[in-house]
């Protein structure tokens, strides 16, 4: 899937998106608006790499975030729907995920999270759509850009109507 298809897709529709980085850094939203048109549909995006900004600018929760940590699939949909509301778009995309090359020490409840694992998540006026992965044997930048693939693929799916959760966690 390519941003190119994605800012058609949206425009075509009328829709918009937004975008919640964590694991991304604000790469998916530049790869977005680097699409000629983008500005029509793309609405802006929040970085929220710290734990407090995912709480206090994208309103998730804060018991959320001590319960489970920052990488954990019920936290990317959280950062999805706050964006998707913060900037008034009709899709919501967060990131979030370590990338290595040291465990996130936020973790879950079962630990530390390894490098090359993340979610990625869309919310969007029909449902949600959340992707886990693990790319264990990727550095830094090939885990965000396979980060950045599956938020092209979940908004895809979510564009095409198919909402729920793709683990890909277990597959490496």
């Known amino acids: 899937m390519n ?8 425009s075509i529709r009328g829709h918009t998106v937004a975008t919640a980085e964590s694991l991304t850094g604000g790469l998916l939203c530049g790869i977005l608006t680097s699409v000629p048109g983008a500005s029509a549909v793309v609405r802006g995006g929040v970085v929220a790499y710290a734990v407090d900004i995912k709480a206090n600018v994208l309103n998730v929760d804060a018991e959320l975030l001590a319960r489970h940590g920052a990488v954990d699939p019920v936290v990317a949909v959280h950062m999805a729907v706050g964006v998707r509301h913060l900037f008034g778009a009709t899709y919501g995309v967060a990131t979030t995920g370590s990338a290595g090359p040291d465990p996130d020490p936020g973790g879950t409840l079962t630990g530390p999270v390894p490098p090359g694992r993340g979610f990625v998540a869309v919310a969007g006026p029909d ?3 959340v992707i886990g992965f693990d790319h264990p044997d990727r550095d830094r930048e090939g885990v965000r850009q396979g980060a950045i693939e599956a938020a092209l693929t979940a908004l895809r799916r979510s564009l095409d109507g198919v909402h729920g959760t793709d683990d890909r966690r277990a597959s490496g």
């Open 3 to 10: 941003a190119a298809d994605i800012i058609i897709a949206l």
């Open 127 to 129: 449902g949600d759509v």
